[in-house]
């Protein structure tokens, strides 16, 4: 599976983006895809994951009700939506896929990752 992540920049707090992760390769072994995300200096924190399947969803705490996670499985793309943008969600954000085994919670659980986006929330 090759993971491609998109959409990150550079937005004023309180703002939105969009982040897009494109699967391509062996999707037919995905079971779910998440997103991470790694500011300087500290260390990777997952974000959001849902359920290629089902669609069902999860959050991290710092996530909920501010971020929406969703798939659109016919162009093997998840997204990631990131509304009322704050300075402390400024990281490298990242996509990755895993198999059935595993929680959504742990980077390590997941077997392919792609590149990062640069979110940057300026105050």
């Known amino acids: 599976v090759q993971l491609q992540a998109s959409g990150g920049g550079l937005v004023q707090a309180g703002g939105s983006l969009r982040l897009t992760c494109a699967a391509s390769?062996?999707?037919?072994?995905?079971?779910?895809i998440g997103w991470f995300r790694q500011a300087p200096g500290k260390e990777r924190q997952f974000v959001a994951a849902i359920t290629w399947t089902t669609g069902i969803t999860s959050y991290a705490d710092s996530a909920k009700g501010r971020f929406t996670i969703s798939r659109d499985n016919t162009q093997n793309t998840v997204y990631l939506q990131m509304s009322s943008l704050k300075p402390e969600d400024t990281a490298v954000y990242s996509c990755?896929?895993?198999?059935?085994?595993?929680?959504?919670?742990?980077?390590?659980?997941?077997?392919?990752w792609g590149q990062g986006t640069l979110v940057t929330v300026s105050s």
């Open positions: 990755a896929s895993k198999g059935v085994t595993g929680t959504y919670y742990y980077a390590a659980h997941y077997g392919h």
């Open positions: 390769g062996r999707t037919g072994s995905m079971y779910g």
